[in-house]
């Protein structure tokens, strides 16, 4: 899909039509200022000489032609119209069938089961209820420990950090496995608002008690101290960093994470993954259909996809090696071998280069090695 030529499409429909307000609104202003000013003359002229005052604003207005100036404008912008939907027709395919596989399975449970999760993840538990109620599924394994982690989100946004510091300090040994600072970011907003009362003494003492224990971060500890010596111009201080709202923004996030990774589930909604991936596919896969559809493809028997498609870093979740030779990404019946020099092919390319084993030695592609078949390792990622 090129979104360049829709966007620019776009943006002289958007640009043609403040041409025609801008127009639009000109005349009209024009046309009260010649109005209000033939009535100032009237008002000050005698009954005799109203008929040559008006017939000199009508003459006026026959020269100016507002009508024909305005529709000249509105014509411009109803080309621009007319050529959007045009561009859209040709960029949007609306029929995805040809994409859709009809020899996939579904396991419908399954399917109900993730629609459900999405909902409840996205604190949508009402509408999570009734979808569930309406499929006739079961509950939802994941509603209520997602319906405690909103809770705890929304007390934060109310400034409540208590609900996160006690689930915080109950799952604390696991959160130190993963090496997360989870209790130390809420621990250090929980200092700043007792700082923020003014109340230094009290600060300090919290600290001690709670945020000297976390040896391994003594440059955060230290500058959360010291900044008490700021405590009544916090804001044009070195540590003004410390009224920020992200601070709060990040501690949200990092309690959903690691929330989510205790429970087993990704920080980010598996759905919306599939289907925002899904979506940058789908634009490649039609064309390439499109183009082959008098090769007599036959899309119901690909294991894979038969077009390389580039999906940004937050999509690729596992190493995946495309053999130098062939270009062909490996799989489980072709997976990638490392030969006694060193470099890495796939087991079908190697197998070509030895004519299916009956040459016991062959020449790397890429050094002068004799590479040995027998001494090929299969690579694991």
């Known amino acids: ?73 509105e014509k411009e912008l109803n080309v621009a119209l007319t050529k959007y939907p045009k561009v859209l027709e040709k960029q949007l395919n609306t029929d995805i069938s040809k994409a859709y596989r009809n020899n996939v399975e579904f396991d419908t449970h399954i399917v109900n089961q993730i629609i459900a999760n999405f909902f409840y993840r996205q604190g949508m538990f009402d509408i999570g209820d009734c979808f569930v109620a309406e499929t006739g599924e079961s509950e939802c394994s994941t509603r209520k420990s997602f319906k405690e982690m909103y809770q705890i989100l929304e007390a934060m946004k109310g400034r409540d950090l208590e609900p996160a510091l006690n689930w915080a300090v109950s799952n604390s040994d696991k959160l130190k496995q993963v090496r997360s600072d989870l209790e130390l970011k809420l621990r250090s907003l929980h200092f700043l608002e007792i700082a923020e009362g003014k109340n230094s003494q009290e600060a300090i003492n919290y600290a001690r008690k709670h945020i000297a224990v976390f040896a391994d971060s003594l440059p955060e500890t230290q500058k959360l101290v010291c900044s008490l010596l700021w405590n009544k111009n916090l804001v044009k201080s070195p540590y003004s960093e410390f009224l920020s709202p992200a601070l709060w923004d990040n501690a949200v996030k990092e309690l959903t994470r690691q929330y989510c990774n205790l429970l087993g589930e990704s920080s980010e909604s598996p759905l919306s993954i599939t289907i925002t991936a899904g979506t940058q596919t789908l634009p490649v896969l039609l064309k390439y259909i499109n183009v082959m559809a008098n090769k007599k493809l036959d899309l119901q028997n690909m294991e894979q996809l038969p077009v390389a498609v580039a999906l940004p870093k937050e999509y690729q979740f596992h190493s995946v090696f495309v053999c130098p030779v062939s270009k062909e990404q490996s799989s489980d019946d072709n997976p990638p071998m490392m030969m006694s020099c060193g470099h890495v092919l796939c087991k079908q390319t190697i197998n070509r280069m030895s004519k299916n084993g009956s040459k016991s030695s062959f020449k790397c592609p890429y050094c002068p090695t004799d590479v040995d078949i027998s001494r090929c390792r299969q690579l694991h990622f």
């Open 1 to 73: 899909m090129d979104l360049k030529s829709i966007k620019d499409a776009f943006d002289r429909v958007a640009n043609k039509q403040k041409l025609s307000y801008s127009k639009t609104h000109e005349i009209v202003q024009m046309l009260s200022q010649e109005i209000d000013k033939a009535l100032s003359i009237l008002q000050e002229a005698s009954p005799f000489d109203h008929r040559s005052i008006l017939a000199d604003v009508k003459k006026m207005f026959t020269e100016i032609s507002p009508v024909n100036q305005l529709e000249a404008a």
